[in-house]
């Protein structure tokens, strides 16, 4: 074991000591304990009941902290900064590990599928089985332009309620060229995700009712609803995750509010002051 020039003692290795002590070495007079040892091990995640291994590991700790020590007898480096920083680390890793726990025992599996049954409705939506008729407008039409855009789509709005058929109406008047290759079929659309106008119009029809001509940003819309609109209810697993990040944040911070009510600063004055 090399010893950096100070005394470095193995005085047992992790076992019952006759004396009653924990103590299982010194560096340069300091002792090492067993929960240390035991604890590095861990943190290193080395098992104990290898002695090759964990021996060896035990060497490395000891000359590390025999070279830390006679590094910091040097007078080199600002061992004020050192402290500083390895407060910090501190900090971070307390504050850290203590609600890696915390939240790890207060937001469990039950926590959250409790939160689920309990909010149904904020996880429950409507779609609506529609499809549409569109004639595009842009920004640049003129009125007149518009008018007569809007008069088609009344002509188209005309022909199907006097019983033509919707699909051979699509491949006439549609725009929408994507949408005209399945007769104008837009899928299951969900209640806010078009415009509202639509959105509208779309959930107040029945099944196959047939919509007067709207106006949305894209242009003049027939709508026909091919299966009336109907409530899903997204499942657990679909946002478990979402409830678990909520529920956590909301555990975090009530955790933190305590907590820093059970202790005081209290700035002296002057102590902001630049020196």
Not at 162 to 173: H, K, N, P, Q, R
Not at 201 to 215: H, N, R, T, Y
């Amino acid at each position: 074991m090399k010893k950096y020039g100070l005394y470095v003692t193995l005085v047992a290795i992790i076992s019952a000591c006759s004396d009653g002590q924990d103590v299982i070495a010194t560096v340069n007079g300091n002792d090492v304990t067993r929960p240390t040892i035991e604890a590095y091990l861990k943190y290193k995640r080395i098992p104990a009941d290898k002695p090759d291994v964990s021996n060896k590991a035990i060497d490395i700790y000891l000359e590390k902290s025999a070279l830390t020590d006679a590094i910091l007898q040097q007078d080199v480096l600002d061992q004020a900064a050192i402290e500083v920083e390895l407060g910090e680390f501190k900090k971070q890793m307390v504050v850290s590990r203590y609600f890696e726990t915390f939240l790890a025992e207060k937001v469990d599996e039950q926590a959250v599928r409790n939160f689920y049954k309990a909010n149904q409705d904020r996880y429950q939506s409507r779609k609506v089985h529609v499809a549409h008729i569109l004639l595009r407008t842009n920004p640049k039409m003129s009125e007149e332009e518009r008018q007569a855009l809007l008069t088609r789509a009344h002509e188209a709005y005309s022909r199907v309620t006097s019983g033509e058929d919707f699909a051979d109406l699509v491949a006439e008047y549609s725009e929408d060229k994507l949408s005209a290759k399945s007769d104008g079929d837009l899928g299951w659309v969900q209640e806010g995700a078009i415009d509202p106008a639509f959105t509208q119009a779309a959930f107040k029809l029945g099944k196959d009712e047939i919509s007067q001509p709207i106006v949305t940003p894209f242009g003049f819309h027939v709508l026909k609803v091919l299966d009336e609109a109907q409530v899903i209810t997204q499942p657990f697993e679909a946002v478990s995750g979402n409830i678990r990040y909520e529920l956590r944040q909301r555990a975090k911070q009530a955790e933190m509010e305590r907590l820093q009510g059970l202790v005081k600063i209290e700035k002296r004055e002057g102590g902001d002051e630049e020196g």
